[in-house]
């Protein structure tokens, strides 16, 4: 994961293998191609490059190549918002000076928390590793499977591909094991070197079948905004907005809050689990008073 050229390499490859000369705009001439999707002279072509300048990106050189020539192949090659993104970040990755991002934090400042503390809807800080590094008590009940899992750091990625309660808890399981697969594959972008992120990426490949077949994928995906359909153990069915916020002053972390609609089922179902997360706080401190 740390060859930054071989991650060059495969995107752009795999990338090329999915445009069609009909969604180019070329004509197809026979029906015997040899590759899938655009040959490289066609990328080439289109991008407005030399055939041997194309070859040697697509080879994982992308070091030295201009803004245009990388905005020319992110139109040829039909890329969205997230893989045009990621196209950058890999360039950034290849120049001579890479800029290392500071080594994650495992804690997050007081002022942070006291954010936190302050929503009344469950929310919580992560990292691009999807490390869960701070929460509010109703993110820890809405997340209770997740925070279950003996395994440290709490990180959802890891939840979902190597916990079988995972298939019960997120309703649209597959869609889910998508969407957090290529977002880590995103932060693969940004920050190759980070030794915690590649030893999670191997112990991923390792343990789950599944995690390599959508890892090879190579898909790339910002995580803003949209529907995450639970099963909470206690409360059941859960139809939850959420937003996803970077934070200015903690370069890397991102705030994300879970909300429903008022009057909704799932509004009723976050205050009956908000019952359940005072009751679930209040019993420690009731058993270490009789204790005593």
Same mark, same amino acid.
């Given at each position: 994961?740390?060859?930054?050229?071989?991650?060059?390499?495969?995107?752009?490859?795999?990338?090329?293998?999915?445009?069609?000369?009909?969604?180019?705009?070329?004509?197809?001439?026979?029906?015997?191609?040899?590759?899938?999707?655009?040959?490289?002279?066609?990328?080439?072509?289109?991008?407005?490059?030399?055939?041997?300048?194309?070859?040697?990106?697509? &080879?994982?050189?992308? %070091?030295? /190549?201009?803004?245009? *020539?990388?905005? $020319?192949?992110?139109?040829? =090659?039909?890329?969205? !918002?997230?893989?045009?993104?990621?196209?950058?970040?890999?360039?950034?990755?290849?120049?001579?000076? &890479?800029?290392?991002? %500071?080594? /994650?934090?495992?804690? *997050?400042?007081? $002022?942070?928390?006291?954010? =936190?503390?302050?929503? !009344?809807?469950?929310?919580?800080?992560?990292?691009?590793?999807?490390?869960?590094?701070?929460?509010? &008590?109703?993110?820890? %009940?809405?997340?209770?499977?997740?925070?279950?899992?003996?395994?440290?750091?709490?990180?959802?990625?890891?939840?979902?591909?190597?916990?079988?309660?995972?298939?019960?808890?997120?309703?649209?399981?597959?869609?889910?094991?998508?969407? %957090?697969?290529?977002?880590?594959?995103?932060?693969?972008?940004?920050?190759?070197?980070?030794?915690?992120?590649?030893?999670?990426?191997?112990?991923?490949?390792?343990?789950?079948?599944?995690?390599?077949?959508?890892?090879?994928?190579?898909?790339?995906?910002?995580?803003?905004?949209?529907?995450?359909?639970?099963?909470?153990?206690?409360?059941?069915?859960?139809?939850?907005?959420?937003?996803?916020?970077?934070?200015?002053?903690?370069?890397?972390?991102?705030?994300?809050?879970?909300?429903?609609?008022?009057?909704?089922?799932?509004?009723?179902?976050?205050?009956?689990?908000?019952?359940?997360?005072?009751?679930?706080?209040?019993?420690?401190?009731?058993?270490?008073?009789?204790?005593?």
């Amino acid at each position: 994961m740390g060859d930054v050229r071989n991650e060059v390499r495969e995107f752009l490859s795999s990338r090329r293998a999915r445009i069609t000369p009909q969604d180019a705009g070329l004509p197809a001439y026979g029906g015997n191609r040899r590759v899938p999707g655009l040959r490289r002279e066609e990328v080439a072509m289109l991008a407005g490059v030399s055939v041997d300048y194309y070859v040697r990106l697509e &080879r994982g050189n992308l %070091a030295g /190549a201009s803004e245009s *020539v990388l905005d $020319a192949l992110a139109s040829t =090659l039909k890329l969205d !918002d997230a893989e045009r993104q990621h196209l950058f970040d890999l360039a950034r990755a290849s120049g001579p000076t &890479r800029p290392r991002r %500071a080594r /994650a934090t495992s804690a *997050v400042r007081p $002022a942070v928390q006291q954010v =936190l503390d302050a929503i !009344d809807s469950p929310a919580w800080v992560r990292n691009g590793r999807h490390d869960i590094l701070a929460t509010n &008590r109703m993110g820890r %009940a809405l997340y209770a499977p997740v925070f279950d899992d003996p395994r440290r750091p709490v990180n959802t990625t890891r939840f979902a591909y190597l916990n079988p309660a995972a298939r019960v808890f997120w309703r649209d399981y597959d869609q889910i094991a998508n969407d %957090a697969a290529a977002m880590l594959r995103m932060e693969v972008g940004s920050n190759p070197h980070d030794p915690d992120l590649i030893a999670l990426v191997g112990e991923l490949s390792m343990q789950s079948e599944l995690f390599r077949q959508r890892w090879a994928s190579r898909d790339v995906m910002f995580h803003r905004s949209g529907r995450k359909r639970l099963h909470h153990p206690v409360v059941g069915d859960l139809d939850l907005d959420y937003e996803s916020m970077e934070l200015p002053s903690e370069p890397g972390l991102v705030l994300n809050v879970y909300t429903a609609a008022a009057g909704s089922p799932t509004a009723d179902a976050l205050r009956m689990l908000a019952s359940w997360a005072a009751t679930q706080e209040a019993t420690p401190a009731a058993e270490a008073v009789s204790e005593r």
